[in-house]
């Protein structure tokens, strides 16, 4: 049989990646395919370099829209990245009756309603494994390994940019404008990180997941999002005396009122596996109710792990493209026409435990007024520490870590405490989760 037709849209770092994978291991994915897997066509801006990486094998083009409209294309992968050209190039590859791979996160979870349903309607596969924690195949397991369970938490580090700044501030007890630099320079963080450092990249990754795990629209302009940018490193201290690593986690859970999706830095018990994910590494921890817990552990970027996810797609939609649409694994796993109207809730509904510290003097009845606030607002205090006061200085830092309650009710008691003579700091909050 011959070849299925490829054309590549960007050849950077995932698209050469993709292009070496593909070539090296041609005769393996050949077998597992039942046909060969070719790309036949890149694009790129870059036209000279896109040749020397191809080696004169296949066609270069500066325009893309050349191949979103070649009639010889079956599959289009798209790596351009963003949601503006992208798009537009998505969406004509479509209505052109081509496959879409993707790694383009930010694109499925801000347009991913209108994409999604645009291939329905022309009956092509848009596939997405690599826009969620790289290599790692947690769209398979979610969409297909875990489809007999009810899921009810997923909880990742989906982001190495900003795992491999947390791990740096804990080791080296540095705060975050230093390890930024120095993921700068080392190639770790983007010239331009917003998208990482913000939990923009991570929202969207988890925005994606939430869909596919609840069966409901992607919903990115309702997470929450909190990045890194503001987290002290006496917080990451403090949080490692009592028994935490702080990660940024992205979290979505399944509430009887809603859905949670949010995105924020959290402490986790040291104790817990996904706690000791260090360095640019990523990790998913997905609960379901048949199966327990389930953790899945990989390199969330870089060009060879990135084209694993990104073939894995293309052997799945060179395996699938003749079935008949109705028979292939939904977009979002559930039958579009299943999908729920579940709402996702607003932050201040989001329950959780709470880390509080706080700066305050150090006299009689300051620790009383304080656990009175959170009694009153029935607010169950988990455990405390209080430092020691240094010579000549009669101040001291107070934590206290809650059990679970509601956002509105932390903010409540948050708002109380600043309001007390005796607390000399804005009260620090962090959210913890026991994933268990
Ligand atoms: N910039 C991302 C990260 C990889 O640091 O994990 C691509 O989403």
């Known amino acids: 049989m011959n070849p299925i037709k490829v054309g590549l849209l960007g050849i950077g770092t995932v698209g050469s990646g993709t292009f070496n994978v593909l070539k090296r291991n041609q005769e393996e994915i050949r077998r597992r395919a039942g046909r060969g897997i070719e790309i036949a066509v890149v694009a790129d801006l870059n036209t000279e370099r896109a040749r020397e990486l191809t080696g004169g094998t296949v066609d270069v083009v500066s325009d893309a829209n050349d191949v979103v409209t070649r009639p010889d294309i079956d599959i289009v992968v798209e790596l351009i990245g963003g949601y503006g050209i992208a798009r537009e190039l998505v969406l004509k590859a479509i209505e052109n009756g081509k496959h879409v791979v993707t790694a383009n996160k930010a694109l499925l979870a801000v347009h991913g309603n209108e994409i999604f349903e645009a291939a329905r309607k022309k009956g092509v596969i848009v596939a997405f494994e690599a826009a969620v924690a790289g290599g790692i195949p947690i769209i398979k397991a979610l969409r297909e390994g875990l489809t007999a369970n009810r899921i009810q938490w997923i909880a990742g580090i989906i982001n190495g940019t900003t795992n491999f700044i947390l791990s740096e501030m804990r080791d080296k007890g540095l705060d975050f404008d230093t390890v930024l630099k120095e993921a700068q320079q080392l190639g770790y963080a983007e010239a331009d990180p917003t998208f990482d450092i913000e939990g923009i990249d991570a929202a969207h990754k988890v925005t994606l997941m939430s869909a596919i795990a609840f069966g409901m629209p992607v919903q990115f302009d309702r997470a929450h999002v909190e990045g890194i940018t503001r987290l002290a490193a006496i917080d990451i201290k403090y949080a490692e005396e009592l028994g935490y690593r702080i990660k940024l986690l992205g979290i979505t859970r399944r509430r009887e009122e809603g859905v949670e999706l949010r995105v924020h830095p959290t402490l986790v018990p040291a104790s817990r596996l996904i706690a000791n994910v260090e360095g640019a590494m990523n990790a998913v921890l997905v609960q379901g109710d048949a199966v327990g817990a389930t953790l899945y552990y990989g390199k969330g970027a870089g060009a ?24 292939r694994v939904p977009h979002l796993a559930f039958q579009p026409d299943e999908l729920s109207t579940v709402p996702v809730l607003p932050i201040d509904e989001v329950t959780s435990s709470y880390y509080l510290r706080m700066r305050v003097a150090d006299q009689t009845g300051v620790l009383a ?13 988990d455990a405390m520490l ?12 107070i934590i206290i870590l809650t059990h679970l309650t509601r956002e509105k009710q932390i903010n409540v008691a948050i708002a109380s405490i600043e309001a007390l003579q005796t607390v000399l700091s804005p009260v620090t909050r962090l959210r913890m989760e026991e994933l268990n």
């Open 304 to 327: 060879e792990p990135t084209a694993s996810a990104v073939i894995a797609d293309l052997v799945d939609v060179t395996r699938l493209h003749t079935a008949d649409p109705n028979h």
């Open 369 to 381: 007024e304080i656990t009175r606030i959170l009694a009153e607002g029935g607010i169950s205090i």
């Open 386 to 397: 209080q430092k020691e006061s240094r010579e000549g200085e009669p101040q001291t830092d």
